[in-house]
């Protein structure tokens, strides 16, 4: 008779042992779960924006009365100048009760101008906005923002189109002087969407 050393007796017993317990379902068993109430809509889905074309540009009137001049955006702005910024996104909305907000932040537009003229650019801004969506359809969106989307608008093309004139003169009646000299549009618009809770 051949002996056999006691650990791989010992081995093989816990192996059959293991096998035997897992297989007849009195193994080990954890169940882990987690819950969060939410007080919103829950959507999944695609939320995002493509970035269009954006031009800037300078109207300027001519002198003699006949049709202005259209100047390239970083042309040295002139007392009498219009500013027109046109700027587009394709809204990216495919999902179950998704609703969100698009908004145009023009913060950074005129960050690089003199205080003096940034506030008068601001204050005169008109904004105009436009949905077109994939089928033709045109939605004018209130100017100013921000602006709702759901899932109907995917595809759809925003277009901004904003515009400010510079006043002959400075808010304080006299000449521009050194705050217009040489200054161009330098600045930058940001659209952001934002899903809705």
Same mark, same amino acid.
């Given at each position: %008779?051949? $002996? $056999?050393? =006691? ?5 093989c017993?816990?192996? $059959?042992?293991a ?7 009195a ?7 987690d ?8 959507a ?5 924006l493509?970035a269009g074309?954006?031009t800037i540009?300078v109207?300027r009137?001519? #002198?003699? *009365?006949?049709? !202005?001049?259209?100047?390239p =955006?970083d042309? !040295?702005?002139?007392?009498g100048d219009?500013l027109?910024?046109?700027t587009e $996104?394709?809204?990216r ?5 998704l609703a969100a ?7 950074g537009?005129?960050?690089?101008q003199a205080p ?5 650019l601001r204050?005169d801004l &008109?904004?105009?906005?436009? %949905?077109?969506g994939?089928s033709?359809s045109?939605?004018q969106? !209130?100017a *100013?923002?921000?602006?709702? &989307?759901?899932e ?5 093309t925003?277009t901004?189109t904003?515009?400010?004139t510079? !006043? ?6 006299a000449?521009?002087?050194? #705050?217009?000299?040489g200054?161009?549009?330098?600045g #930058? &618009?940001?659209w952001s969407?934002t899903?809705?809770?």
């Open positions: %008779m051949r $002996v $056999v050393p =006691g650990h791989l007796v010992r081995a017993v816990a192996g $059959v042992l096998i035997g317990l897992l297989g007849g379902g193994g080990t068993y954890a169940a882990w779960s819950t969060e109430t939410h007080a919103g809509r829950v999944a889905g695609e939320l995002g493509d074309s954006t540009a109207i009137p001519s #002198a003699d *009365g006949s049709a !202005p001049a259209t100047l =955006g042309a !040295p702005l002139v007392a219009t027109r910024i046109t $996104v394709t809204v909305a495919r999902g179950t009760s907000t698009l908004l145009l932040d023009l913060d537009l005129f960050g690089t003096e003229l940034a506030e008068v204050r &008109v904004v105009d906005v436009e %949905m077109r994939p033709g045109v939605r969106a !209130p *100013g923002g921000p602006w709702s &989307v759901t109907a608008d995917h595809g759809a925003v901004a904003i515009e400010t510079l !006043p002959a003169t400075a808010p304080d009646g000449a521009w002087g050194t #705050a217009l000299q200054r161009s549009t330098a #930058a &618009v940001r969407l899903q809705e809770a």
